[in-house]
């Protein structure tokens, strides 16, 4: 549903009660803006669902189908993040459930929560931006994920499922490409480093505030081995993971690794399972059974982060790393019930 009309619309359509839908034009042309004023999980203090386990939870909290729901406040030393690149749709559908919320994929860029036009509006607007560095450390490796159905959540026959994960039903998603790895400190410090923290451009408006209220200027510091530079960052909110996501946007649309009809984003829910368990709904990346040569979670008793890429037994069937134990993942989506 569209309301407001536009530069281009005669009288008519710009009365405060015109509406238009099944509006075919992209999302990103100038006459077509967004005005959303927060996400539910900001306005609502709900909170965003993250996924994957971490070096401390168990063999049940390291399955494929396990979710939580935290923040969006940075975290302890456990939490973490990947990102995904998606197409930007030319066609907008929401999903309604119960309570008038909306579910996960539908797949809006996470940064266009908050009441501003869409920030990669046009190769003009970003072209006008400042050019990044040429040295640039953040090498991101993608794994890429084929359009089609999987299974996503777990059955009845999973005896350690939660009842959120349940029914275990089909989804078909557009293909995409996720990270290998989740995003490293060195990665992180690139953001930083470009003047991430003091560029209002790359933010929520929700998330702008908490960062000027307490004074963020990174992530937070949990000494070492947390800080090593091949380690996943931790101490990052939902809030600092999105803004990451904007700015490495501009970032590689800039370098040319990035076409100006792609967005990064974090993941969905249904993205992140995907790349983590393939279509045949398995409990692990991996198969059925856990193996702590295959992960960084309790029963391999690290106890801490360890750096990304140690557990190349334990990819996916798409080749993603570490999506089981080592750091939860945030996603961009509020956690829901699938019912």
């Known amino acids: 549903m569209w309301r407001g009309g536009s530069s281009n619309k005669l009288q008519k359509h710009v009365r405060c009660a015109c509406r238009i839908y099944d509006f075919f034009a992209p999302c990103v042309r100038f006459i077509s803006g967004f005005r959303v004023v927060a996400s539910r999980a900001e306005r609502e203090s709900t909170r965003p669902a993250v996924r ?38 030319r066609e907008l559908t929401l999903r309604v459930v119960h309570g008038g919320s909306f579910r996960s994929g539908w797949n809006i860029p996470s940064y266009l929560y908050e009441s501003q036009w869409l920030r990669v509006s046009s190769d003009k607007h970003n072209r006008k931006r400042s050019k990044m560095t040429n040295e640039s450390q953040v090498n991101i490796e993608w794994c890429e994920v084929p359009a089609g159905p999987f299974l996503m ?57 908490r960062k000027e209220r307490d004074g963020w200027t990174g992530a ?49 829910e249904e993205q992140w399972e995907k790349a983590a368990r393939g279509t045949d709904g398995r409990i692990y990346p991996w198969g059925d059974e856990p193996d702590p040569t295959r992960a960084n979670y309790s029963d391999t008793k690290i106890g801490t982060t360890s750096a990304v890429g140690s557990f190349p037994s334990g990819a996916s069937p798409y080749g993603v790393e570490d999506m089981s134990g080592n750091v939860w993942e945030w996603c961009q989506t509020e956690w829901g019930s699938y019912e």
């Open 52 to 89: 994957g386990g971490s070096f401390y939870a168990s063999r049940v909290g390291n399955r494929c189908a396990y979710r939580l729901r935290f923040g969006p406040d940075p975290l302890d030393r456990n939490q973490g993040f990947r990102v995904v690149v998606n197409r930007i749709r």
């Open 153 to 209: 959540g777990s059955t009845d026959e999973d005896k350690m499922a939660w009842d959120d994960e349940k029914p275990q039903h089909e989804v078909t998603l557009e293909a995409y490409r996720i990270g290998k790895f989740p995003i490293t400190n060195a990665q992180y410090a690139e953001f930083v480093a470009a003047g991430g923290y003091s560029k209002r451009r790359y933010w929520t408006t929700a998330g702008w505030e």
């Open 220 to 268: 937070h510091d949990y000494g070492l081995p947390y800080t090593l530079a091949q380690h996943p960052v931790v101490g990052v909110s939902w809030y600092e993971a999105t803004a990451f996501c904007c700015w490495l946007t501009e970032h590689l649309r800039e370098s040319g690794e990035l076409s100006s009809d792609e967005t990064v984003e974090l993941p969905t």
